[in-house]
């Protein structure tokens, strides 16, 4: 069964960035496509991008200039940085498997930007 | 971006009764549609994909259907642990973009 595991920094000041990995375990990471979606606090989901085994990359344009995603295949895992944070950054943040639907998520990690 | 809508944004039902949630995109996405249920404190679950596929271990009584611009998640006989919120998805292009979501509550 895989599994997705989020981990980094609960608390981020603003104009900082924020840092978050995703493990992946029960499965390799390659061959699938690896996606980053929040969700601020009481609101919808929005797509934050996903990157592919072989490190290619698509974003969100309404993030595009802030935002970057990494895959590590010796580590079976892959990460996100939002650059320049801001209060309306605040959400929990997924990690999730999959190019058009997303078959396998992430427990979500509450990133609070505060200063 | 597509945009997607989703009506109602919540409703009040009955165990035991069908309950139908659609979603509108703003532009054709043939059938790439996804539905997810989310509850309170966890992550979303894929329920169905591709507008009508239902994923592997999803109970029989959710089904999807449509294409184009208009689609439909139906549960047949609402169970207790159905009790969620229910979002769509389009895959037709990026950014990928969600409904802003169903909240089925207990009536």
């Known amino acids: 069964q895989v599994q997705l595991q989020e981990s980094g920094p609960g608390l981020v000041k603003p104009s900082e960035t924020l840092s978050l990995a995703c493990a992946v375990s029960?499965?390799?990471?390659?061959?699938?496509?690896w996606n980053w979606i929040r969700q601020p606090p009481g609101k919808g989901l929005e797509w934050i991008g996903n990157v592919y085994y072989s490190g290619s990359t698509n974003y969100n344009p309404s993030l595009k200039s802030r935002v970057a995603i990494s895959v590590d295949t010796s580590k079976n895992q892959f990460s996100l940085k939002l650059s320049s944070v801001t209060a309306a950054d605040t959400a929990v943040y997924y990690c999730?498997?999959?190019?058009?639907?997303?078959?396998?998520w992430g427990q979500g990690t509450l990133v609070t930007v505060s200063s | 971006d597509i945009q997607m809508t989703q009506s109602p944004s919540s409703l009040s039902a009955s165990v035991g009764d069908r309950v139908t949630i659609t979603c509108r995109a703003s532009q054709s996405i043939s059938n790439y549609l996804n539905w997810y249920q989310q509850k309170p404190g966890q992550a979303p679950k894929l329920l169905i994909y591709a507008a009508s596929s239902l994923q592997s271990g999803v109970p029989s009584r959710f089904s999807g259907s449509g294409s184009g611009t208009d689609f439909t998640l139906t549960i047949s006989s609402l169970q207790p642990e159905d009790f969620a919120t229910y979002y769509c998805?389009?895959?037709?292009?990026?950014?990928?973009?969600f409904g802003q979501g169903t909240k089925v509550e207990i009536k």
């Open positions: 998805q389009q895959s037709y292009s990026t950014p990928r973009t």
């Open positions: 029960g499965g390799s990471i390659n061959s699938y496509y």
């Open positions: 999730a498997r999959g190019y058009n639907s997303f078959d396998y």
